[in-house]
Each structure stands twice: as structure tokens, then as C-alpha cells.
């Protein structure tokens, strides 16, 4: 650490290290977080942010449901990469932290995709706002629009042009057939979300063995596109879960960690962001988790991955 730091008194304390993590601003700390990040991404005109919220499942009370702190993230899906983040209020959930997150992201020219129960006509006209698109899940809190859209694509998808995926990993298969229609006017229920252009239907079935799963989502979009690029965009969207918090699960057992003390599991959360990220830049064949595990036997190894960061 001397390498990095100016330490007159030695090597800071395990409590020491914890007592600064806990009162760091929160919203600072991560800013460096989103300058690593900028730093990073080359985007070209168009870039896809996938957005989705984390439960830290080790900060929760005990007896006491839905009280994990909630960190709502925005995904580079090109870059893999945070572009942004925000920790969700007591007793509240998504749709009080996307309205401020969104507030703080730059999504000119970018499609903004999220799966949440939060979303409605009035997130889609604050991503139209700052120039960006959306492709939103439509769920069935969105009563009248949820079933007018259903009905609808369920009896007239068998003539619509269509695109077909097969995935094949972890001994299931996946198939996602993906249906578009651009004629939204035939819904008027769909008419409340600002520019609509797109409604799109993916039917995913799951093969693992004996077992068949299917089931049929729901978006809704300002982009006019084909099936096959919003069967692209849909799977994209799913890499804020497997490639940012099922690291962060797995490679640094965040769901372990039971600090809850003032901004410790915020700023915790951020550090495990930044560090991914640089183990991401590694140059190497190893898995993120070999690299951190590396990264804490080898200190010419660690100093490599810091020094990535100290030379931006």
C-alpha cells in the first residue's frame, strides 16, 4: 500500500478500514466508480444500458422481509461496465430509485432496457426526454395495458415475422422466439407511453432434461426494429445479471457480508464494482475469481491491477 499511499503511522487497522468505509459519502465514493468507467467506454452513436436492481441478501434483519439494502445499477452491456448506481430508500423500492438514477445517467442515443415492475408511461417519457430509447417489460401492474397487449399478440402472433435463438449451456437448452408488431395504434392502451413504436412478444422455452418451461414477455419500445434485434437486445439485457451480479455473488461473496452500519454496505458494494472492473481489464485466461484470489497471494500481481486504475 505504500506504493499508493502516504502511510506515516503504518498499515491502517481491519477496524480502522472498516470505521472509513462506513462513513465515506456514499455518492462520492461511487463517483469514482462512474469516472473509471467513463474512462473505459468508447461508445459509438448507439450503446445499450441494461438497468436492474441487487438485494444484498447479508444486510437484511432478521424477521424481517424486504429489508436488504437494494442497490439499483446501470449496465454498459458492450463494455461491461457500471455507469451508474442507486441504493433504493427504507420501505420503498425500484420505482422511487430509477426516477433519480435515470435523472443521473447520460442516455443520449443509447437504448435503455429494464425489467421492473417500476416501469411506466412516465419512465419512458424521462428516457424520451434525454434522448434516449427505451425497451421496457410491461408487467401486469400495468392492468388495461398488460391485457390488451396479451390478448392481442397471443391470438395474432402465428402470422407475424419472427426470429428464433437456441442457447445451449449448463445442460438446458433455451429457445426465445421473438415477435415484433409496429402497429401500435390498433392498441390504444399503448398510446400513453411517449413514442411508441415497437411491441415486442418473446416466448422462451426451457429444456433441462424431462423438464418444459415456457413462458411468453412482454415490451414495449419508441424503436421500430426487427425481431431479430430485439431478440438480441432482450438476451444483452440479461448480462447486468450474469456477468455483473452473479460475480459479485460468486467471485466476492457479496451476499456474506453482513455490514449494515451508516454507508458501509453502499460503499462496500461500490468497491466490489471498481475492483470487478479492474480484474474485467486483466489480460489474462484466468477467471475473475482466480484473479482476485491471485491478486491477494501475489502483490506484483496486485500492483498490476491497481496500477490500471492510479495510471487513468
Same mark, same amino acid.
Given at each position: 500500500? %505504500? ?18 468505509? !462506513? ?22 452513436? /448507439? ?8 438485494? *444484498? ?7 424481517? %422481509? ?17 455507469? &451508474? ?5 427504507? #420501505?420503498? !423500492? ?40 427505451? *425497451?421496457?417489460?410491461?408487467?401486469? !401492474? ?16 402465428? &402470422? ?5 435463438? @437456441?442457447?445451449?449451456?449448463? &445442460? ?8 415484433? @408488431? ?9 398510446? /400513453? ?15 433441462? &432434461?424431462?423438464? %418444459? ?8 419500445? $419508441? ?31 457479496? $451476499? ?6 451508516? !454507508? ?14 479492474? *480484474?474485467?481489464?486483466?489480460? $489474462?485466461?484466468?477467471? @475473475?475469481?482466480?484473479?482476485?484470489? #491471485? ?18
Amino acid at each position: 500500500m %505504500r506504493q499508493f499511499l502516504w502511510l506515516p503511522n503504518g498499515i491502517p487497522s481491519h477496524d480502522t478500514i472498516t470505521r472509513v468505509l !462506513n462513513a465515506i459519502d456514499a455518492k462520492q465514493f461511487a463517483g469514482c466508480l462512474y469516472r473509471h468507467s467513463r474512462y473505459l467506454c468508447e461508445f459509438l452513436e /448507439a450503446h445499450h444500458i441494461s438497468i436492474d436492481g441487487k438485494v *444484498l441478501r447479508g444486510t437484511a434483519q432478521a424477521g424481517k %422481509r424486504n429489508s436488504g439494502v437494494c442497490v439499483v445499477s446501470a449496465w454498459a452491456c458492450e463494455k461491461e461496465l457500471v455507469l &451508474g448506481q442507486r441504493k433504493t430508500e427504507q #420501505k420503498s !423500492n425500484e420505482k422511487t430509485a430509477l426516477p433519480a438514477l435515470l435523472e443521473d445517467l447520460e442516455v443520449k442515443g443509447a437504448i435503455v432496457s429494464i425489467d421492473a415492475i417500476a416501469n411506466g408511461p412516465a419512465i419512458a417519457e424521462q428516457i424520451v426526454d434525454k434522448q434516449g430509447h427505451y *425497451l421496457l417489460s410491461l408487467k401486469k !401492474n400495468q392492468k388495461n395495458t398488460f391485457e390488451q397487449v396479451h390478448d392481442y399478440m397471443m391470438s395474432h402472433h402465428a &402470422g407475424m415475422c419472427c426470429d428464433k435463438s @437456441i442457447d445451449f449451456g449448463s &445442460g438446458r437448452i433455451e429457445t426465445r422466439t421473438c415477435y415484433v @408488431i409496429t402497429c401500435t395504434d390498433l392498441l390504444e392502451e399503448t398510446l /400513453a407511453w411517449k413514442n411508441i413504436a415497437s411491441i415486442v412478444m418473446v416466448h422462451a422455452v426451457r429444456e433441462t &432434461g424431462t423438464k %418444459r418451461q415456457e413462458e411468453y414477455r412482454f415490451y414495449l419500445s $419508441d424503436v421500430a426494429e426487427s425481431p431479430a434485434y430485439f431478440n438480441q437486445k432482450v438476451r444483452e439485457h440479461w448480462g447486468v445479471e450474469n456477468q455483473l451480479h452473479w460475480q459479485l455473488d460468486v467471485s466476492f461473496a457479496e $451476499d456474506q457480508c453482513r455490514t449494515n452500519t451508516k !454507508n458501509g454496505a453502499e460503499n462496500r458494494n461500490t468497491l466490489r464494482k471498481l475492483s470487478l472492473q479492474l *480484474l474485467k481489464q486483466m489480460d $489474462d485466461k484466468h477467471s @475473475i475469481k482466480v484473479r482476485r484470489k #491471485k491478486a491477494g497471494w501475489d502483490n506484483d500481481y496486485l500492483t498490476q491491477v491497481i496500477r490500471q486504475y492510479c495510471s487513468d
